[in-house]
């Protein structure tokens, strides 16, 4: 017990002291970096990264900045003062992000509105929330670039027809002067954020729509644990419709969007001044991009699992959704937007205030590629191929095939140089329990799998009518599809006919796994559907999937995700939602962009 005690107390001695040294080193570090610089504006510029990416607690960054004043370095008394020189821990990390905050040249700050969330102990209430308004960032944006009014307008012959159509039936709708007019794209999504991965961190966002290679610009963060569904999702668009209305009308709004006077705070105090004079330009909001479960949540669009109606753009239900011809529903049975509206409230069913948003119209929600295709009908298809492949590889036992599947895979990423790749191959990647064969990857994985899986249905395909035939040629007609995203113009016609016949293909696929009693394999997902609606009808007045799709919003996404985890501290949902906010306004000099 001595001898064990003792062993203890010198490990914890040993910890110390390495913890100890690494802290020197790293003030060491700082005091060189301190030393070289001619300001203290440029040392808070290199200190408060490891601040903002999370690198390291204020508590630890405060201890870091004194021991290299200590050791000579000077230029660091608005970090080191905080908190009152470290004497009241608990203010630590207030104090420092107001001294970083002092670098933005971003104006005029978060906005105080109200959401409705939902706290630990499951109790509702409203309070004050964090928001960066749209029609703040984007007067900003151009009165520091006015040159980029030009650059985001997009004409019909740019790929951008349909929505350079959109914000001049909104100009003619609303008398604005379209050369004013700037179409908005929002966006909504959750990733997951906590270190554990346990909670989701959902964010609503907004960009350019007529510009492919926008930025994402945050709007507010809700922690999942928070939200309050429906309710919370209300809150945010009422908020996002008023700011919306001032760009619409031109002019810097007065009053909050709640109809309450501005509070006395700086921010508060530079949007009063304002309050009353030109805001230009006009932002006409033009399209909503996200993944299903959001339009289901967010938008109160019907769901995939409906029995009456699980579609916003027909008359698709749980009868006749599995009809994927020319015949089905999705052509024979279409919806207009006003049709879908009409639907709704003869049912009884309550509008998202999504609605309030001038101009909003059901047109504008793009069904997503990314979430459709390569997450959805992609993956169904490569984890039926997968899992019917493992079964004709050589190998003893099962363990072996799938060791088998996994090595021919490896050789095809070799010897086409593939890049984001599978790190593993296991069973249930494609095999989930009690479910349909599907793969579980993520989409750029996914889609770069696509043509490995056309190459093994090619070797097994025999004459037409067998059933690797029939693989062989609906994932030919999925490598095209992929393929013609990359065409200028997009050849909305041929898209039409290859998808109209990979449908055809999958049914048959579908029906002989029936009669052959597969329960798992080639089963109907809805995603089937969206993928009729995309490629069959919508791209033909939005165009090529590219230009609409979410996978600048994901990349947004997971920078996000990093801001929000907290070093210490309470992680109450407010608490996270201010860090993520005021790490973006910290970040940038000039707007609130998501790199």
Not at 174 to 184: E, W
Request: hydrophobic letters at 35%.
């Amino acid at each position: 017990m001595g001898r064990q005690a003792g062993r203890g107390r010198n490990r914890q001695t040993k910890r110390q002291a390495q913890a100890g040294s690494s802290r020197l080193k790293q003030a060491q570090v700082i005091h060189t970096q301190m030393a070289s610089s001619s300001s203290a504006q440029s040392f808070l510029k290199v200190s408060s990264r490891s601040l903002l990416d999370g690198d390291l607690s204020a508590r630890k960054l405060h201890q870091l900045v004194v021991a290299a004043e200590d050791a000579g370095a000077r230029g660091a008394d608005r970090l080191t003062k905080a908190g009152k020189r470290g004497k009241h821990q608990q203010n630590l990390h207030r104090d420092m992000m107001r001294s970083v905050m002092k670098q933005s040249a971003w104006r005029p700050g978060v906005y105080q509105g109200q959401l409705t969330t939902m706290a630990k102990d499951k109790t509702i209430a409203k309070g004050r929330w964090p928001f960066i308004l749209p029609h703040e960032v984007l007067s900003q944006i151009m009165e520091e670039n006015p040159v980029w009014l030009k650059e985001v307008q997009p004409n019909s012959s740019s790929g951008y027809g349909f929505v350079a159509a959109s914000t001049q039936d909104i100009a003619t709708e609303f008398k604005l002067d379209v050369s004013q007019c700037v179409p908005l794209g929002l966006h909504a999504d959750g990733v997951p954020y906590t270190a554990k991965m346990r909670d989701n961190l959902y964010c609503v966002s907004w960009n350019f729509a007529g510009c492919s290679s926008s930025s994402r610009f945050l709007i507010t963060c809700v922690p999942g644990s928070a939200m309050v569904k429906e309710k919370t999702f209300d809150d945010i668009w009422k908020l996002v419709a008023w700011s919306f209305r001032c760009m619409m009308q031109g002019t810097w709004p007065s009053r909050k969007d709640d109809g309450s006077p501005f509070g006395t705070s700086r921010a508060d105090a530079l949007r009063h001044q304002k309050s009353g004079s030109p805001l230009r330009p006009h932002g006409c909001f033009v399209q909503l991009r996200g993944d299903w479960e959001f339009f289901r949540d967010g938008v109160r669009l019907p769901a995939w699992n409906k029995s009456d109606y699980m579609c916003w753009r027909c008359q698709a239900n749980g009868q006749t959704k599995r009809d994927l011809s020319p015949e089905g529903p999705c052509l024979s049975q279409p919806l207009s937007g006003f049709q879908f509206l009409e639907r709704e409230l003869r049912s009884g069913r309550q509008l998202s205030a999504f609605w309030g948003i001038p101009g909003a119209r059901v047109g504008h929600v793009r069904i997503d590629w990314m979430h459709t295709i390569d997450l959805g009908v992609s993956a169904l298809v490569l984890g039926n191929v997968m899992s019917e492949y493992l079964d004709v590889v050589p190998g003893n036992n099962q363990a072996e095939r799938l060791a088998e599947v996994w090595r021919r895979v490896r050789l095809y990423y070799s010897e086409n140089h593939v890049e984001n790749r599978i790190q593993k191959l296991t069973l249930g990647m494609f095999r989930p329990r009690g479910e349909g064969y599907i793969f579980s990857g993520k989409a750029k994985e996914t889609a770069n799998l696509v043509p490995w899986a056309s190459k093994v249905a090619t070797e097994l395909a025999g004459p037409p009518g067998e059933h690797w035939h029939s693989v062989m040629c609906m994932l030919e007609c999925l490598q095209t599809l992929y393929g013609q995203l990359q065409e200028d113009p997009y050849p909305t016609d041929q898209a039409k006919s290859v998808c109209e016949r990979f449908l055809l293909l999958y049914s048959g696929l579908m029906s002989e796994a029936e009669r052959a009693g597969k329960q798992h394999a080639w089963m109907y997902r809805p995603k089937l559907h969206l993928m009729q609606e995309l490629l069959v009808k919508c791209v033909q007045e939005w165009g090529n999937p590219k230009q609409y799709w979410c996978y600048r919003d994901e990349d947004a996404l997971r920078w996000l995700s990093k801001a929000g985890v907290r070093r210490g501290g309470a992680a109450t949902a407010y608490g996270i939602a201010d860090v993520v906010i005021n790490n973006l306004l910290a970040a940038t000099s000039v707007s609130v962009v998501i790199n």
